[in-house]
């Protein structure tokens, strides 16, 4: 009888520890249903628990001493756009200068519309009369004349040193003839009030045909 209760609490004994073992045996097979990924090589790791995904959860750890900071710029709040600024006729510096231009010819003054147009408005001449003129005393609107080509001279402006010993003004460059035309139209008629073909005529040129030709190349100019 003695030896049957010690065969029964050995028995029991073995099946205590029977159920313990496979508790933890139990316990580890959790432990190892935990899934580990690399995503994109960045050491970004997820780990996924059995417990966790049967809460419907998912678990991140991130290795910052890999992670590289970014400096990120902030938006303008507004950008600015330029206002149009017009200087004649409705047109910008840029756009009158590129109107002068096509008025100019390919011959040795072509281009100088830009050029044309700061001086005008910095001196206060039209710069369509300026042009007018000048196509008019040069013919650069086709060829230019040996004036314009060999001394210079845009407005058949007369005066010392002489073009070739003669009475029409030399300039040592064409920006420098430019800018003499245009300051003698600004000096001696602009801001004294000749400010129109037919009050600048009587002065600038005699006969009665002149200023009939300026306003026509005006026309032209203005429209063009």
């Known amino acids: 009888m003695r030896k049957v209760k010690i065969m029964g609490t050995i028995l029991v004994v073995m099946s205590i520890m029977m ?58 709040v507004s950008v600015q756009i330029p206002h149009r600024i017009e200087v004649y006729d ?15 010819g390919n011959d040795y003054i072509a281009g100088k519309g830009p050029l044309i147009a700061k001086l005008c408005l910095e001196k ?6 300026a042009v007018a003129i000048i ?46 035309f245009i300051n003698n139209l600004s000096k001696n008629y602009f801001s004294v009030g000749r400010t129109t073909v037919e009050t600048i005529a009587p002065k600038y040129c005699e006969g009665n045909t002149w200023a009939g030709k300026i306003n026509y190349f005006v026309n032209i100019i203005k429209n063009g």
Request: proline residues 2%; hydrophobic residues 30%.
């Open 124 to 129: 206060g001449v039209d710069p369509y009369i």
């Open 19 to 76: 159920i313990t073992i496979g508790i933890k045996l139990s316990n580890n097979n959790e432990n190892n249903n935990s899934y580990k990924y690399i995503v994109n090589n960045n050491n970004l790791s997820m780990t996924m628990s059995s417990s966790a995904l049967t809460k419907g959860e998912l678990q991140y750890r991130v290795d910052s001493s890999d992670l590289t900071a970014v400096k990120m710029e902030a938006a303008p």
């Open 135 to 180: 196509l008019h005393e040069t013919g650069c609107g086709t060829k230019c004349s040996n004036l314009a080509r060999y001394c210079n001279n845009v407005g058949g402006q007369k005066g010392s040193p002489g073009c070739n010993g003669g009475s029409f003004k030399k300039f040592n460059t064409l920006d420098e003839g430019i800018a003499g």
């Open 90 to 104: 409705g047109l910008t510096l840029d756009e009158l200068g590129e109107k002068l231009n096509r008025h100019l």
